[in-house]
Structure formats: C-alpha cells, structure tokens
C-alpha cells in the first residue's frame, strides 16, 4: 500500500511539473513594469561643471641684453622657484669688458673735451687778433683822409700820393673785414667739429653706462623665477631631443638676447578652460565660479568669470568632434599655486525658478530628435520634447504638461532599441 502511495506521488509530480512547463511555454510573458516619472515644475538651478588650466595673471621673459658680439657671462642667479620682490636683481653678468669700454669712452670724452676747450681758446685769440687789425686799419684810412683832405695846399706829385694812399689804407681795411668774416667762419667750424666729437664720445660714455646698467636685470614686479634650458649646453645643438638640457647657472655663457628666465605673479591667476556647444548658453561673463585645484585637495578658490568666446573652437587633430567655446576666469592668488596645474571648475549658471522639468534619463534619442515616451492607456507613445538646459540629472523642456507621467526607460519590447539622449556637455549640477 505504501509503494503505492509513492508512485502515486512520483506521477503527480511529474504531472505537475509538465503542466507547469507547458504553461510557462504557451502563456504570454508576464509585462515588465516600466518605471516612471512626472513633468515637475519648480526651480533648477543650473551649475556648469569643466576642468580648466592655472595660467598667471602677469608674467614677463628675463632676457639677455643685446649687446652684439660681446660674451655674457652669469655671476649671479636667482634659484627657479624663489620669491622676488620689485626690482630685486635676477640675473646680473659679468661687467669687466664693458667697464674697458665705459673707461676708454670717458678717455675719449675727456680728450674731445680738451680740443673743444683749445677750438675756442684759439677762436677768442683769433677774434682778438681781428679786431686789432681792424682797429689799426680803421685808423689808417683816417688818417689818409686827413693827408688827402690838404690836397689843395700840396703840390701835384704830393696830392697824388696821398690819393694813392687814402686808396690802399680802404682796400686793405675792406680786406681785413672780409678777412674777419672768414676767420669767424672758420673758427666757429673749428669749434663745432670739436663740439661733435665731444657729443660724440659723450653719447659713447651714455651707451657704455646703459650697457653695464642692462647687466643687472631686475624684477619688473613681485613673483618667482622660473628658469629656462641652457639650449647652449650642448654647443648650441643636440642630435637627441630627449636629452635633457640643464637650466642655466651662475658661469654659465649667454648669448646676446637669449631667454634666461621667466618671472611669475601668482597675486593674481587666472582659469583658461573650455565648455561644450550646449552649456555655452548657461555661462556669462561675471558668473560666479568654484575652482577646485588638483594639486591642493584641501583648497577651493572663489572667482568669476571674465570672458566668453564668442566663436567656436575645434582642435585640428582632435578626436572629439564636438565644438568647444574658451573662458576665462579671475580667480584670488595663492602663494602655494603655481601656472599649469589642473583644476576642476564649477560655474554657477542661471537659476531658473518657474522650470519645467524632468529626469534627464527620461529623453531619448529618436531619429536624431530629443523625444520621450508618455504614459498612454496601457502603453507609452513616443513624444518629440524641446530640452532648454541640460543638467547632470534633468532636462529642462517647455512643451510638456506638469504632471504628464513619462518613461524612464525605453518601454519598447522589440525591435531596435532608442538611444538615451546624451547632450553633449560637461557635467552640470542640477536642482
């Protein structure tokens, strides 16, 4: 009786098990319930996130003055990295050739004046010597006058003699004046040629005198040295590019106008980034921003926006074909920071206080259209939805119902699959 039992059970189990088989294979799968959401309406407010560059407000190149073929040699050299105030001497040469030069022009200078002062000794004599001469050839042809006025009274042979020499005593008086001219002519020509040669050797004293004061360069403003590479270490040609140039140093050659260092203010720093295509129309100029830096976990700066560009740019060779507008930021300066290092940068965009809007998954991507599906009897029927701002979790619309339930994922059973609708910007931070 009881194996009875027991292969009565076994049948029944076994019957079950087929039944339930056959049910499972002929009754239609049960449906999938497609979460949803509704179109709200309320406040958003909308944060551009970006990662953007550390540039200096300010920064000026060091370099080597031009001096033509005359070697410059380092005697002192501020560190890379140190601080420097004002006027503070970075790079100072060596002067000892220049200060040849400087002597050998006031040598110059001193021998131009020494002619000048003999030009116009000589001049004062010869203007002296003139005027004598014209004194006493004055006289003369007063004196002829005198002897010819008694004519009357003289014989003929002694009549015309005075005559004769009342003539000779004018012309010589009228050649002297000429004379006078010419020498003042001279004199005076004398004396500038000596004036020239002394601006001259002047001007030389001047240019030495600059030359030896561009051997000290000082920092045009408060900052840090950062040096460059000695591209003269290695003759002035490597053949390997990888290998590496030392900075310059105290002793080091320096050829006239090279670069020898750069100097940095970090009292005022400034943000480069860039924003893509559909976030450009939430960012304006003014807009407060949160920087974040890389190297500083711990620090966060406050700043705003400075510029927008109004154009597009695409990088030649880049693989992202999506269009990129450049900002900029001003930002408060820290000693710690330096130019270059990365930042992560959260602009706070409009705030948008009567919005409709709605998760950001719940939009689609139908034939190259943003579109939902809204919530239909049973069903869900697809919608094309204007999306006004992006955020990293909604979409902003403006042709939707508050309150209109939507899918949150694609409700289709078959056939090819909707694409989510990803815009294609940054991180944003939403309501």
């Given amino acids: 009786m009881t194996k009875q039992r027991v292969s009565v059970g076994i049948v029944l189990a076994v019957m079950v098990g087929i039944a339930v088989l056959l049910i499972a294979r002929v009754a239609p799968a049960a449906g999938k319930r497609i979460p949803t959401a509704r179109v709200q309406r309320g406040r958003v407010q909308v944060t551009v996130y970006t990662t953007g560059e550390l540039r200096a407000g300010q920064s000026a190149q060091l370099i080597a003055p031009a001096l033509g073929n005359i070697n410059l040699q380092i005697v002192k050299l501020a560190p890379s990295g140190e601080r420097l105030r004002k006027d503070d001497v970075v790079v100072e040469f060596d002067p000892a050739e220049l200060n040849f030069s400087l002597e050998q022009a006031k040598l110059d200078l001193a021998q131009a004046d020494q002619e000048l002062t003999k030009a116009e000794a000589q001049a004062t004599v010869q203007a002296a010597e003139d005027a004598t001469a014209l004194l006493h050839a004055k006289f003369d042809v007063r004196r002829a006058e005198l ?166 740019a695409r990088r030649m060779f880049s693989a992202d074909a999506a269009k990129k507008f450049d900002l900029t930021f001003d930002i408060a300066g820290d000693l710690r920071i330096r130019p270059g290092a990365t930042v992560q940068i959260a602009i706070a965009g409009p705030n948008l206080t009567d919005a409709l809007y709605i998760p950001r998954q719940a939009v689609f991507d139908l034939s190259g259209r943003p579109s939902v599906y809204v ?7 697809p919608r094309d939805v204007k999306v006004t701002v992006w955020t990293d979790s909604l979409a902003v619309v403006d042709n939707l119902t508050p309150g209109t339930e939507i899918a949150l994922i694609d409700p289709t059973a078959a056939g090819k699959r909707a694409r989510p609708q990803v815009a294609p910007a940054t991180k944003q931070a939403s309501r």
């Fill in 147 to 312: 002897d010819a006025s008694g004519n009357e009274l003289e014989g003929a042979i002694k009549a015309e003699q005075n005559v004769i020499l009342l003539k000779e005593a004018r012309e010589r008086l009228a050649q002297l004046e000429k004379d006078l001219v010419s020498h003042r002519e001279t004199s005076k020509a004398g004396a500038n040629v000596s004036r020239e040669k002394r601006a001259k050797a002047l001007l030389a004293v001047q240019v030495a005198e600059k030359n030896i004061a561009s051997l000290e360069i000082r920092a045009p403003f408060d900052g840090f040295s950062v040096l460059r590479q000695n591209t003269d270490a290695m003759g002035g040609f490597c053949c390997d590019p990888s290998t590496p140039l030392p900075e310059y140093r105290v002793g080091d050659s320096v050829g006239s106008g090279r670069t020898i260092a750069d100097l940095i203010d970090t009292s005022h720093i400034e943000v480069a980034a860039k924003v893509n295509e559909t976030d450009r129309a939430n960012v304006s100029a003014g807009d407060a921003v949160e920087v974040a830096v890389d190297a500083l976990p711990d620090a966060k700066f406050k700043g705003t926006v400075r510029t927008v560009a109004g154009v597009a």
């Fill in 375 to 381: 919530k239909s009897g049973d069903g869900f029927e």
